[in-house]
């Protein structure tokens, strides 16, 4: 009998809310008991939410001031979710223009976490989250684990495909916090025979009950492992932050014979996960309000596909409303309601973030996700795409901001030495704009190697 989990949930998250004046504990059994709503309660709960929020960003955030002035709408007086409409969409351009004024004046800014993101869209973007919002996130979070069977207090192997992830865990307090919680760290973001070991002895002495972490290091562990015969035993795998596509999925199901929960999350906030039925993801409707729109910002009826805006009904310090976060996909029809009883609505296909990895003459694997934090370091670049043409050459193309100088080229070329040597010749070209493709999706990495090498 394993007693962790129940000393986790009891003593453990409460001591730390206490120590941390935060209320995650709360959150996580409100949003358990949600996720049993009906589609009414639902909906009627992201109304008031929304009408609150829209209310303190026309009274605390400058930029909503304005926006909601000119836009006629009044956030006093919201009779449907549909009212929203009358919002420009937030792209992530608009977010970077208008930086200073998207921040809530209703916190001093040291009681703010600061974020940011690379973007699977290539627009390096930072943001702030207020610690209540961290908790709905983290609540959102554990709820999406606990679908896909792992629960507070089992451990877990986190494998990260970034390298802010992996300075981070080096920190003393991300040490003692992962002891107590339970889990540990494998960076996989230079994949090599030196991380496989090294993935593989913390599996056999550590004995994880799951594996979390992007869709694409976790495939390539897996590939690695059949091309070596090496199978291993987890009881559920979660993936996030990258696209999992149906092979990557199989052929983690086939290495560590077991189901597969992709999640759909980013730095920004946690959106949907699969449920034990894996059909779709259910939407973390009590934490955010997604619309999909079509190409003149019409709504997309359930099976038509178009761009993803998000809603998050609890950041308070940042308020992302209609934020267009870069993802393509499809509501599931409502008509078919979920076998497993959650009426959160779903969504049935996601597409974008569709990206290749770069590979090294030394056999390394570089996953686009480990590009991303580099970038995002860099507020003078406004987008950025990476292209390898073959195993000698790589081009960084950047559109820059007016204030990039060569400090950033000569920074941003050090981080991508160190993360794939110096044994491709790296280019910068500076462009006018990234081409977005025939799928009309942007691509922060793109290979031009033989397919085969680039699974
Ligand atoms: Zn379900």
Same mark, same amino acid.
């Given at each position: 009998?394993?007693?962790?989990?129940v000393?986790?949930?009891?003593?453990?998250?409460?001591?730390?809310?206490? @120590?941390?004046?935060? !209320?995650?504990?709360?959150?996580?059994?409100?949003?358990?008991?949600?996720?049993?709503?009906?589609?009414?309660?639902?909906? =009627?709960?992201?109304?008031?939410?929304?009408?609150?929020?829209?209310?303190?960003?026309?009274?605390?955030?400058?930029?909503?001031?304005?926006? #909601?002035?000119?836009?006629? @709408?009044?956030?006093?007086?919201?009779?449907?979710? %549909?009212?929203?409409?009358?919002?420009?969409?937030?792209?992530?351009?608009?977010?970077?223009? !208008?930086?200073?004024?998207?921040i809530?004046?209703?916190?001093?800014?040291?009681?703010?976490?600061?974020?940011?993101?690379?973007?699977?869209?290539?627009?390096?973007?930072?943001?702030?989250?207020?610690?209540?919002?961290?908790?709905?996130?983290?609540?959102?979070?554990?709820?999406?684990?606990?679908?896909?069977?792992?629960?507070?207090?089992?451990?877990?192997?986190?494998?990260?495909?970034?390298?802010?992830?992996?300075?981070?865990?080096?920190?003393?307090?991300?040490?003692?916090t992962?002891?107590?919680?339970?889990?540990r760290?494998?960076?996989?973001?230079?994949? =090599?025979?030196?991380?496989l070991?090294?993935?593989?002895?913390?599996?056999?002495?550590?004995?994880?009950?799951?594996?979390?972490?992007y869709?694409?290091a976790?495939?390539?562990?897996?590939?690695?492992?059949?091309?070596?015969?090496?199978?291993? !035993?987890?009881?559920?795998?979660?993936? =996030?932050?990258?696209?999992?596509?149906?092979?990557?999925r199989?052929?983690?199901?086939?290495?560590?014979?077991? %189901?597969?929960?992709?999640?759909?999350?980013?730095?920004?906030?946690?959106?949907?996960?699969?449920?034990?039925?894996?059909?779709?993801?259910?939407? !973390?409707?009590?934490?955010?309000?997604?619309e999909? @729109?079509?190409?003149?910002?019409?709504?997309?009826?359930?099976?038509?596909?178009?761009?993803?805006?998000?809603?998050? #009904?609890?950041?308070?310090?940042?308020?992302?409303?209609?934020?267009?976060?870069?993802?393509i996909?499809?509501f599931?029809?409502?008509?078919?309601?979920?076998?497993?009883?959650?009426? #959160?609505?779903?969504?049935?296909?996601?597409?974008?973030?569709?990206?290749?990895?770069?590979?090294?003459?030394?056999?390394?694997?570089?996953?686009?996700?480990?590009?991303?934090?580099?970038?995002?370091?860099?507020?003078?670049? %406004?987008?950025?795409?990476?292209?390898?043409?073959?195993?000698?050459?790589?081009?960084?193309?950047?559109?820059?901001?007016?204030?990039? =100088?060569?400090?950033?080229?000569?920074?941003?070329?050090?981080?991508?030495?160190?993360?794939?040597?110096?044994?491709?010749?790296?280019?910068f070209?500076?462009?006018?704009?990234?081409?977005?493709?025939e799928?009309? %999706?942007?691509?922060?990495?793109?290979?031009?190697?033989?397919?085969?090498?680039?699974?």
């Amino acid at each position: 009998m394993d007693w962790y989990p129940v000393l986790a949930k009891r003593v453990l998250y409460p001591c730390f809310d206490r @120590l941390r004046g935060r !209320n995650l504990s709360r959150r996580i059994a409100e949003l358990d008991e949600q996720q049993w709503w009906s589609a009414e309660q639902i909906a =009627s709960y992201q109304l008031d939410r929304l009408q609150a929020l829209l209310q303190h960003a026309a009274a605390t955030v400058p930029y909503y001031t304005t926006t #909601l002035q000119q836009s006629g @709408l009044n956030p006093k007086a919201l009779t449907s979710l %549909k009212d929203l409409q009358q919002l420009p969409i937030l792209t992530k351009a608009r977010i970077n223009e !208008n930086f200073d004024r998207m921040i809530s004046t209703a916190f001093p800014i040291e009681q703010l976490v600061a974020g940011r993101t690379g973007g699977s869209t290539g627009v390096p973007t930072r943001f702030f989250h207020n610690t209540a919002a961290l908790d709905y996130i983290r609540a959102a979070v554990i709820r999406n684990s606990a679908w896909a069977g792992l629960h507070i207090g089992e451990k877990y192997i986190k494998v990260s495909g970034s390298h802010f992830d992996y300075f981070l865990m080096q920190r003393l307090v991300s040490r003692i916090t992962s002891r107590l919680l339970r889990f540990r760290w494998v960076s996989a973001y230079q994949l =090599s025979p030196e991380t496989l070991k090294n993935f593989l002895h913390e599996l056999h002495t550590f004995k994880p009950v799951a594996l979390c972490g992007y869709a694409s290091a976790i495939s390539q562990f897996a590939h690695l492992m059949k091309d070596n015969n090496i199978s291993a !035993n987890v009881n559920t795998i979660m993936t =996030s932050s990258d696209t999992l596509f149906p092979q990557q999925r199989a052929i983690i199901e086939e290495v560590f014979s077991c %189901k597969v929960f992709d999640a759909y999350g980013s730095r920004e906030m946690s959106i949907a996960a699969e449920c034990e039925v894996h059909r779709g993801m259910h939407i !973390n409707a009590d934490c955010v309000y997604i619309e999909i @729109l079509d190409d003149q910002g019409r709504p997309c009826p359930p099976g038509v596909t178009g761009r993803i805006v998000v809603t998050d #009904l609890h950041n308070y310090a940042f308020p992302f409303i209609r934020y267009e976060i870069g993802d393509i996909g499809t509501f599931a029809d409502e008509g078919t309601s979920c076998p497993c009883g959650r009426h #959160l609505p779903r969504i049935a296909s996601l597409e974008g973030r569709v990206d290749d990895c770069i590979r090294t003459p030394e056999g390394m694997i570089v996953t686009a996700p480990a590009f991303t934090i580099v970038f995002s370091d860099r507020p003078t670049v %406004k987008e950025y795409q990476i292209v390898q043409h073959d195993w000698k050459h790589l081009t960084v193309n950047i559109v820059k901001c007016p204030k990039y =100088s060569s400090d950033d080229e000569d920074y941003l070329r050090d981080c991508i030495v160190r993360m794939i040597g110096s044994d491709i010749q790296i280019a910068f070209e500076y462009v006018e704009g990234i081409d977005r493709g025939e799928s009309g %999706k942007r691509r922060t990495v793109i290979s031009r190697l033989p397919r085969e090498a680039v699974v």
